[in-house]
């Protein structure tokens, strides 16, 4: 039998914003009681010698197929490479990809996701449709197949499902809905059965209409589901949004009621001084994906100021050029440094706040062990070990993975992206 209660008792566990000496009660589900100062009487005790215990790292923003651009359009060219040719070469991939490729390369990417320690992702996820744009016998089938491969990897998925209007290229009639009403219709479905997560992400003011943008928000506030957009990523979708529209995309969100606290704005990249308010003052979430904007080209987001004007902040992995939390944080403060040529612009507490899984009384529990004896964190004092974290560590500092009330293990799965390739570039 079960006993009732487990105490997990590492040397420090990451709650309240810090590290600390605590022992993590838990049920005999595995879902957290309390954290304690010391062990209940008739808990059967876990001891994690040298270890600390940090909440697992929510990945916000993913592409999962994506991972299979390794190394492509990396070189120089002689032509002027950007955003927009890299975008060619991803539509290439776009439009040779099955639905068994896509749960193999979700599957063995989301283990090293898991790996690396993301615990969750939020898949932001655009490929609905058949090459032509004919539609998969089962409309969901492309996102069962991310389900599947979520679960085969024991990370938590949660659904971005995109809502794509205006297709331009013959590329992205993969990704186009037929009407907002479809696209709605469609998200609400699997809101109510795929028994995951579901939120909805008009995927951005290039692909969607303002009136577009009100019809997902107010589905969201319905559902209290969140929305996704990619926002302001770069130059030439301002301009073409000041254009069309007359005004910035924040602006034409804020209009359209897609701002708020559920709401994760995507890459913030080209903001103006107003842009910078209403992010804040709504409550919107920032996802930042440092390694993928540096990869891609798009701009260093002006973060401190937007967290000081209110929004909330998570990560994201994106176009998988990285998959590494601790690389997405350190670049949020080193890009910052870089521009500012300046020192200690975010709080390495606040930042491990803002992007681990939340850890609350009746959460299951979902925690990374991570290893005090590693070389980037052996003889680091308690009051800096969340900075040498956030800002010196990577994944080698992770020694496990512990859910509910064990050890989770990852094997890793290189020969399916190994397969996936050779289908795929060959
Ligand atoms: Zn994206």
Redesign the pocket.
């Known amino acids: 039998m079960m006993p009732a209660l487990t105490a997990l008792q590492p040397n420090f566990v990451f709650h309240d914003g810090r590290f600390g000496p605590g022992v993590v009660h838990l049920d005999g589900h595995g879902r957290i009681v309390s954290v304690d100062a010391a062990p209940l009487p008739g808990a059967a005790r876990v001891q994690l010698r040298n270890m600390a215990l940090l909440p697992g790292f929510i990945n916000a ?1 993913s ?1 999962v197929f994506q991972r299979l651009l390794r190394g492509v359009a990396e070189r120089p060219t002689g032509r002027a490479e950007d955003f927009w040719s890299w975008r060619t070469a991803m539509y290439a991939l776009v439009d040779r990809m099955t639905p068994e490729l896509l749960e193999d390369i979700a599957t063995a990417t989301y283990l090293e996701m898991r790996q690396a320690g993301y615990t969750r992702v939020k898949e ?1 996820h655009y490929l609905h449709h058949l090459p032509v744009g004919r539609r998969y016998a089962d409309p969901h089938e492309l996102t069962r197949r991310l389900i599947a491969a979520a679960r085969t990897a024991g990370i938590a998925l949660e659904l971005m499902r995109v809502v794509y209007l205006d297709a331009t290229e013959p590329s992205q009639r993969r990704f186009q809905d037929a009407s907002i009403d479809e696209a709605i219709t469609l998200t609400d479905e699997l809101h109510r059965t795929a028994g995951i997560p579901v939120g909805i992400a008009p995927h951005s003011v290039r692909a969607v209409s303002p009136d577009g943008f009100r019809r997902c928000a107010e589905w969201a506030r319905l559902r209290g589901a969140e929305l996704h957009a ?1 926002v302001a990523e770069q130059p030439k979708e301002v301009a073409w949004c000041m254009d069309r529209h007359g005004r910035t995309p924040v602006a034409l969100l804020a209009e359209a009621g897609a701002l708020g606290p559920r709401t994760h704005a ?2 913030l990249t080209h903001l103006n001084d107003a842009d910078v308010t209403l992010i804040g003052q709504s409550g919107t979430v920032a996802v930042i ?1 440092p390694s ?1 904007e540096a990869n891609l080209a798009d701009g260093i987001p002006r973060l401190p100021e937007l967290l000081s004007a209110g929004a909330g902040l998570a990560i ?1 992995s ?2 998988q050029a990285h998959i590494d939390p601790f690389l997405e944080l350190r670049s949020l403060e080193y890009h910052e440094r870089l521009r500012s040529g300046r020192r200690c612009h975010l709080g390495p507490g606040e930042l491990l706040t803002a992007t681990t899984v939340r850890q609350n009384p009746g959460d299951l529990a979902d925690f990374l062990l991570i290893d005090l004896d590693s070389p980037s964190l052996a003889g680091v004092p308690l009051p800096s070990l969340d900075a040498a974290l956030a800002f010196g560590a990577d994944a080698r500092v992770i020694a496990g993975h512990w859910h509910a009330l064990g050890p989770r293990p990852v094997t890793l799965r290189p020969d399916l992206l190994r397969a996936a390739a050779r289908t795929v570039w060959v």
């Open positions: 923003h592409h932001f990619h995507v890459h994906c993928t994201g994106d176009s």
